[in-house]
């Protein structure tokens, strides 16, 4: 079964341990005459987090080693002749084994001893459902067993209830954080042995970007430079042009729909505003290539003017459309939460709509627009598919947003393409240009958290 199979056998089983629970309480209220200390849905509660809960975390445990375990047990099989092959060719024979098992097409038809350690692979992984079904029924049961055991008129589900929902929230959370720190860790170490064969100013500081390595001394085109300074001006030339388009119209379009629009108006242009949002960016690449690319370079020949078919003007006006919606929710949010009192005194004083508007409201909403401004920066910055299909993939030292550029998140997925060895300078470039745009990106939010609280007001 895959994971969303065992989701729906998990759901059922809490409504259905959850729906025995309360109605068991009940019994005991029927029958002992007693009264419960808790409502009946706590104690529902607690008996579908007993029996749900470590159920699910021993098959996550399960499903993160299983396959791990059943690889090194079909390789304990093997003979020595295929376990003595250096580790690279032992994981790749593996490889084969396990897609061979699988019934994937493997990169030869396999031998007799390959055929052998399949069918040993198709073994142990048909033990392992079994035991997991097996394991996860028994602990479903214990767990319902135990919290009924427990159950009694006077027993105090509720604190109960909330403490384990207040240690799940803390799993949670603490999941999602060391997530972040796993990728953080794993960037820089690979970054870090970048850095040892290129040395961190050439990097920061040169002006040349060929990621191309020379295998040989008569090879040519393969200069080897990796100034990263060529990739952030085209990174922030683009996400330049992208923010002069979104946001001058997203704040306006908040404006109007907060301060102007009817209550029809705004019930049917608001989501169309936000479908935007929803378009998947590879649309917006084929629009931005199909489209406006097009027609820049026609309206520029018309007037003398030499455009690329693939600039950054293009890439930069389809990425500020793409980003509208950000900037106009956030823009909504902010004003709407200017007190009506303030809008009330302005007009009392004489002031009118207009004014109202640019001398009360925007200054009131200022810190909270600026620091949705700076998160659509971190927005345009991590873009990509826009880039690629748009501004191109050669890395040119310009500011004329008609010529072609390319962005820090296109240079890593160009590195990143194919087949590659983690040991080349050109494939761990990819990580220090990873870590770059991870502080670049974290100090943009550090700033935008920190000018929304220094300027925040808080009304009544």
């Known amino acids: 079964m895959n994971l969303f199979v065992y989701f729906i056998v998990f759901v059922l089983l809490s409504i ?43 098959l996550l445990l399960w499903l993160f080693l299983d396959q791990d375990l059943i690889v090194h047990l079909v390789s304990a099989g093997l003979p020595e002749s295929i376990k003595s092959l250096s580790p690279d060719e032992l994981g790749l024979y593996l490889n084969d084994v396990v897609n061979l098992a699988k019934g994937n097409i493997t990169s030869s038809e396999g031998d007799a001893i390959m055929q052998q350690a399949a069918a040993h692979y198709r073994h142990l992984l048909q033990i392992s459902h079994m035991a997991l079904g097996i394991a996860v029924t028994g602990s479903v049961v214990a767990g319902a067993a135990f919290s009924l055991h427990r159950i009694r008129p006077d027993f105090r589900s509720r604190p109960r209830v909330e403490r384990m929902v207040k240690w799940l929230l803390v799993l949670s959370s603490s999941l999602a954080i060391l997530t972040t720190v796993g990728i953080v860790l794993s960037v820089l170490f690979e970054a870090i042995r970048f850095f040892k064969i290129i ?197 040119n030292l310009t500011v004329n947003p008609l010529d072609s550029v390319t962005t820090i998140t296109v240079q890593i997925v160009t590195l990143l393409v194919g087949d590659q060895e983690f040991d080349s300078p050109k494939t761990l470039a990819a990580f220090a240009l990873g870590l770059v745009l991870f502080i670049a990106t974290l100090l943009l939010n550090v700033l935008a958290l920190h000018v929304v609280r220094k300027y925040r007001e808080e009304y009544e």
């Open 16 to 58: 259905g341990a959850y729906w025995y629970g309360r109605r068991y309480s009940l019994s005991l209220v029927s029958r002992d005459r007693r009264r419960l200390h808790s409502l009946p849905q706590y104690y529902g509660y607690y008996v579908a987090l007993w029996s749900v809960v470590p159920a699910f975390l021993m």
């Open 199 to 395: 040395p961190l100013t050439d990097f920061l500081f040169g002006l040349q970007w060929s990621p191309q390595m020379a295998i040989r001394e008569d090879q040519v085109g393969a200069s080897g430079a990796f100034g990263v300074v060529p990739l952030f001006a085209g990174t922030l030339l683009i996400a330049l042009i992208a923010m002069l388009v979104a946001v001058p119209v997203g704040l306006m379009s908040a404006i109007y729909l907060v301060e102007f629009s009817g209550s029809r108006m705004r019930a049917w242009a608001k989501p169309l505003l936000e479908i935007l949002a929803g378009i998947p960016t590879v649309v917006y690449g084929f629009f931005a290539a199909l489209v406006v690319a097009p027609v820049l370079r026609s309206a520029g020949e018309s007037v003398g003017l030499q455009v690329s078919s693939e600039s950054a003007l293009a890439a930069g006006l389809v990425m500020g459309i793409m980003i509208i919606p950000f900037v106009s929710s956030l823009s909504d949010d902010v004003i709407n939460a200017v007190p009506q009192a303030m809008r009330d005194g302005s007009y009392a004083l004489g002031a009118t709509r207009a004014e109202t508007i640019y001398r009360v409201i925007v200054p009131a909403a200022l810190p909270g627009i600026v620091g949705g401004v700076l998160l659509a920066v971190s927005r345009a910055i991590g873009e990509t598919m826009i880039v690629v299909m748009a501004a191109g993939l050669t890395a």
